[in-house]
Each structure stands twice: as C-alpha cells, then as structure tokens.
C-alpha cells in the first residue's frame, strides 16, 4: 500500500505562487509515474501534470508556462510550483501515483491517491 500526503495549499493572491508537494511511503517511489489534478467545485477531476520516472514531465495547456512539476527521489516526493496564480487555478488539488508508465492523464489511471489540499487564488 502507497500513502501519498500534500501539503503547501493556501490562500494567495492573483499573481502569486505556491508550491504543493507530496510525500509518498513506499520503498519504490523512483519507478512510480506521479501525477498532479485538481477539482474544483461542482466539476470533474482534471489533469494537470505528470512526472515520469524517467524524469519526464507534461502539463495540461491551461497551466503550461506557470506550473512546473519536479521529484526528489531521495525524498520520495513529488512537488508542484505553481506561479502567475489566476482565480480560476482555486480547486483542491491531489497528487496521484500510478505503478505504470505511459501516458496516463485520467484519474482511473492511477493507484493511488493523496487527500487533496485547498488552493484558493483571489482576485
């Protein structure tokens, strides 16, 4: 069993930053496929970005240029800068492991899953 837990969520202004991580148990954390979405109220889980194990990483084009994703092995987590913050980033935001590589952009395609933390962009 993979426990994922975030932490780094918040309330910030337009234009501000943030950074989410999230610390996994497990001794394999360097093989897993880690993925970051977010859900805001009243709509589905969306994808935002994705880290390989391979160190590979792609992002959905609504956070492309202002939300970088990035691992620490060695820590066995996972982490998601965000920058140019806008109202409509506000959404609880969960990381994800999956023991599979690939493509993997749906919710379905994970194993694993973290409890969420709030993220609240105001104007």
């Known amino acids: 069993q993979v426990q994922l837990v975030e932490s780094g969520g918040g309330l910030v202004q337009a234009g501000g930053s943030l950074r989410l991580s999230c610390a996994t148990s497990?001794?394999?954390?360097?093989?897993?496929?880690m993925g970051w979405f977010r859900q805001a109220p009243g709509k589905e889980r969306e994808f935002a970005a994705i880290?390989?194990?391979?160190?590979?990483?792609y992002y959905a084009d609504s956070v492309k240029g202002r939300f970088s994703i990035s691992r620490d092995n060695a820590k066995n987590t996972v982490y998601l800068q965000m920058n140019s913050l806008k109202p409509e980033d506000t959404a609880v935001y969960y990381c994800?492991?999956?023991?599979?590589?690939?493509?993997?952009?749906?919710?379905?395609?994970?194993?694993?899953w973290g409890q969420g933390t709030q993220v609240t962009v105001s104007s």
């Open positions: 880290i390989w194990s391979g160190g590979g990483t």
């Open positions: 497990g001794r394999t954390f360097s093989l897993y496929t």
């Open positions: 994800a492991a999956s023991l599979r590589g690939g493509w993997r952009y749906r919710p379905s395609e994970y194993d694993y």
